[in-house]
């Protein structure tokens, strides 16, 4: 059987976007982006909906033209080539198999375009098949698969070519909750396996902080932020960032107003302070007053939404058992130390 692991790994390939525009007619959706991708990185590309994500892939892969900038593979720029010229593989999101194919066929078709002896072709699909754990679907047609198995036929298809570089775009998100969560640990197990440059894009803020490398958080075309989960997690650049990764949203409120961090310092005037619900305690001590609108129970955590003196609500998450009553009054405190603060331009503002 052909083996794929170290053939697949092309010495100093990477991805290098420099000043990088889209275009769709007169509308642009990229704005100038810069973005370096280490060679073996796994790197997510995370943003709501419309923010440029499919467009991003579809410019790297050559479907689409940059209407500025370069886009360099490795060592080569591959700004002027054609995709078939690119190395590269990509996943739809709606997976995109020839419906009257095989999967076998499916996954070999782009090799038999390209010269490839059929039982070397037939050898590596079976290698290819058998790391995304498809190799027992092989005789059967797209529509005799499950959304998942169809979801693995497509990832065989993109490994068979051994690329320089993948890009899957929202691989997961036709797959309900349970099989993306197990898929989603396949594929970070297999690109660990296979060291492949992959950029991999979602709108799903927990699949990214759990498959990154890195994190590039994309919003209307721009880079919002780029850095390690941790880093997303720890230090958002943006109010943006803050409130995008992380469930419930993070807490804002305005600085000045009722409820302050204890012990916060002076801050700039129209800054506001954000902290996740975990960071909110119930206290008898000091801290605002506010009513518990509403409690969310989710196995042993729960949600308390409060509405405090002055207006402004926050969420507060504790244990099951130590959750107060809809309609009760309580008090609420956060920590400095778990305070983020935010400028009246939205960005983080680092305090002493
Ligand atoms: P994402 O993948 O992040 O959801 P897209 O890259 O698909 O975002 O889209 C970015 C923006 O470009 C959106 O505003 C979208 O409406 C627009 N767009 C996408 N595809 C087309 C198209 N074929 N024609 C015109 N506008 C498009
Ligand atoms: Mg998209």
Not at 156 to 171: G, I, N, Q, S, Y
Not at 281 to 308: K, P
Not at 328 to 351: C, I, N
Request: glycine content about 10%.
């Amino acid at each position: 059987m052909a083996e794929l692991a170290s053939e697949s790994v092309s010495p100093g390939t990477g991805l290098r976007l420099t000043g990088v525009s889209a275009a769709y007619r007169r509308e642009q959706v990229l704005h100038e982006l810069d973005l370096d991708v280490a060679r073996g990185e796994l790197l997510v590309v995370l943003g709501p909906s419309g923010a440029g994500k499919s467009t991003l892939l579809r410019v790297v892969a050559g479907l689409q033209p940059a209407t500025t900038g370069r886009v360099v593979i490795g060592d080569r720029d591959v700004t002027a080539l054609r995709p078939g010229r690119r190395n590269v593989s990509m996943v739809f999101q709606s997976y995109a198999l020839f419906p009257h194919l095989t999967a076998l066929d499916n996954i070999t078709f782009g090799l038999e375009v390209r010269d490839t002896p059929r039982a070397a072709a037939r050898d590596r699909a079976t290698a290819a098949a058998t790391a995304v754990g498809c190799a027992h679907l092989l005789g059967r047609r797209p529509g005799q698969l499950s959304g998942g198995e169809r979801q693995r036929v497509a990832l065989a298809r993109a490994l068979v070519r051994e690329p320089d570089l993948f890009l899957l775009d929202e691989p997961l998100s036709n797959l309900d909750l349970e099989l993306r969560t197990e898929t989603r640990g396949e594929l970070k197990a297999l690109h660990s396996r296979l060291g492949v440059t992959t950029v991999h894009v979602t709108h799903d803020q927990t699949e990214a902080l759990v498959l990154a490398d890195r994190i590039a958080v994309l919003r209307d075309g721009r880079l919002e932020q780029l850095g390690t989960p941790d880093e997303i997690w720890r230090t958002p650049a943006t109010l943006f960032v803050a409130r995008f990764v992380g469930s419930p949203a993070m807490n804002v409120v305005p600085s000045g107003g009722p409820f302050t961090p204890a012990g916060a310092p002076a801050v700039p005037a129209g800054s506001r302070f954000g902290f996740r619900s975990e960071a909110v305690r119930l206290t008898t001590g000091d801290g605002t007053d506010g009513t518990v609108e509403r409690v969310d129970v989710v196995g042993e955590d729960a949600y308390a939404y409060l509405r405090l003196a002055g207006g402004d609500r926050i969420v507060a998450r504790m244990p099951a058992a130590a959750r107060p009553a809809a309609g009760a009054t309580v008090r609420a405190t956060v920590g400095w130390a778990d305070t983020h603060v935010f400028g009246a331009d939205g960005r983080r503002v680092t305090v002493a």
